[in-house]
């Protein structure tokens, strides 16, 4: 008997061995598993980012779209600009009854007095031909400024008609 108890306690020994063993095994397989999904987990997130950085580098390599896209940008700040300068534009703007008011005050302001209203006239007129550009003709110098002043105390070349050589003669003061 002392032979058969040696058996079942090494029978019983090798099935804690392999139950052990399986126990083992299926925990390595399972931590294998779970690494396993943490390691897809990583690649799909470094898919994503690839997948980002390649159309990252795909729009700068795409210079007309991004140009375009440049405009598209610019023309909408300034249609919302313009669109808020019209509407306030509109707001100030009077209407066409303010304006017929206006107009009918201005007539009965130059009925009661003339003389005001000929003199607005010239200062508007005077103003209008300053701010007015000039003509070649008034650009041009006159006949009499064409001629460069004379300078006192500068001795002048006068040609006499007897032998045809200049002879110098002083100006008086």
């Known amino acids: 008997m002392s032979m058969g108890n040696g058996e079942d306690l090494r029978e019983r020994s090798t099935v804690q061995l392999v139950k052990d063993l399986t126990h083992q095994a299926s925990t390595l397989v399972h931590q294998e ?22 159309d990252a580098l795909a729009y700068k390599a795409d210079v007309p ?27 100030v703007t009077p209407d066409g009854q303010q304006v017929t008011q206006s107009m009918g005050r201005m ?6 007095n003339p003389l005001g209203l000929a003199i607005g006239g010239a200062a508007v007129g005077f103003i209008a031909g300053l701010l007015a550009p000039s003509t070649r003709m008034e650009d041009e110098p ?12 500068r001795p002048s070349i006068v040609v006499s008609r007897s032998c045809r050589t200049p002879a110098r003669r002083r100006s008086r003061l």
Do not use: N
Not at 142 to 153: D, E, I, V
């Open 142 to 153: 006159t006949r009499s400024s064409r001629r460069p002043p004379r300078r006192a105390g």
């Open 33 to 54: 598993a779970e690494r396993s999904d943490e390691l897809k987990q990583e690649i799909g997130q470094t898919r994503e980012q690839l997948s980002e950085t390649a």
């Open 107 to 112: 007539k009965r302001v130059a009925e009661r």
């Open 65 to 91: 779209t991004r140009t375009k896209d440049w405009i598209g940008e610019k023309k909408d700040a300034v249609v919302s600009t313009v669109t808020g300068a019209t509407s306030k534009v509109g707001d």
